[in-house]
Structures are given as structure tokens and as C-alpha cells.
């Protein structure tokens, strides 16, 4: 996520899927201007990135769950980055 502002990086996934959806309601309501909505949408797309990249690493230790043979659960800690 190296390529994502700062701000955006820091985020949690909470918190920039509201911003997002924040964004997104904005651009479909139409006001505004031009320049700005281009920024608003670059900002959502970066904001989208951010929230695909922590999705993707949330999936990558749910997918580390392993069962043993006793039924019992243990996480193997996915190798991210």
C-alpha cells in the first residue's frame, strides 16, 4: 500500500469505507465542481485500493485458520507484504 497517500495508509478499514461511501454520495448527487469532483474521485479510488489491500489481508488470515486432527482451531500467521 506503498502507493497510497499517508492519510489514506493510516486509516482503518472502517473508517475509509465511510469515507468512501461519503465520497460516493457526494459525486452521485452532482453538485459541485468539476475540479473538485475529479479530486473527490481519485481520492475514492485510492480509498477503494486501501480498503481491496485490508480486505485482501483480513482473507489471508482467516484463510491461515487450520484445524487439527483434535477439532480444535489455531491461526498460522499469513506471511503479508
Known sequence: ???LPADIAALS???ALAELERIVRQLEEGKGRLD?????YARGEALKRHCQARLAEAQARVDRIVQAADGSLSLTPAEIG
Open 36 to 40: 473538485e469532483a475529479i479530486e473527490a
Open 13 to 15: 478499514f472502517e473508517d
Open 1 to 3: 500500500m506503498s502507493d
